[in-house]
C-alpha cells in the first residue's frame, strides 16, 4: 500500500502564501507523476498542477504565474507553493500520485487526505 500525508493548509489573507507538502510511503517501485487537486464547497474536484518524473509541470490556468510545484525524487515528497492567494482559491486541496508498486507493474492513483486553505478578503 501506498500512503500520501500532505501538511502546510490553514489561514491566510488574500495576497499572502502558503506552501503545502505531501510525502509518499509504502511500497513504492517507482512515481509517474505527484501532483495537486483542489475542490470547493459545492464544485467539482479541478485539477491545480502536476509534475512528471522528469520535472515536466503544468498549471491550471487560474494559478499560472501564482502556483509553483516542484518535486523532491529522493524524498517520494511533491511541493505547493502557493502565492498571491485570492479568497476564490479557498478548498480543500488534496494530493494525487501514479505510482508503480512493482517493477514493470501496473500503475495506480492514490490520494490524500485533504488539507484546507482557506484564504480571506
Known amino acids: 500500500q501506498v500512503q500520501l500525508v500532505e501538511s502546510g493548509g490553514g489561514l491566510v489573507q488574500a495576497g499572502g502564501s502558503l506552501r503545502l507538502s505531501c510525502a509518499a510511503s509504502?511500497?513504492?517501485?517507482?512515481?509517474?507523476?505527484m501532483g495537486w487537486y483542489r475542490q470547493a464547497p459545492g464544485k467539482q474536484r479541478e485539477l491545480v498542477a502536476r509534475?512528471?518524473?522528469?520535472?515536466?509541470?503544468i498549471y491550471a490556468d487560474s494559478v499560472k504565474g501564482r502556483f509553483t510545484i516542484f518535486r523532491d525524487n529522493a524524498k517520494n515528497t511533491v511541493y505547493l507553493q502557493l502565492s498571491s492567494l485570492k479568497p476564490e482559491d479557498t478548498a480543500v486541496y488534496y494530493c494525487?500520485?501514479?505510482?508503480?508498486?512493482?517493477?514493470?507493474?501496473?500503475?495506480?492513483?492514490?490520494w490524500g487526505q485533504g488539507t484546507q486553505v482557506t484564504v480571506s478578503s
Open positions: 494525487n500520485a501514479v505510482v508503480s508498486t512493482v517493477v514493470r507493474g501496473p500503475q495506480y492513483a492514490y
Open positions: 509504502g511500497s513504492i517501485f517507482s512515481i509517474k507523476a
Open positions: 509534475v512528471i518524473s522528469d520535472g515536466s509541470a
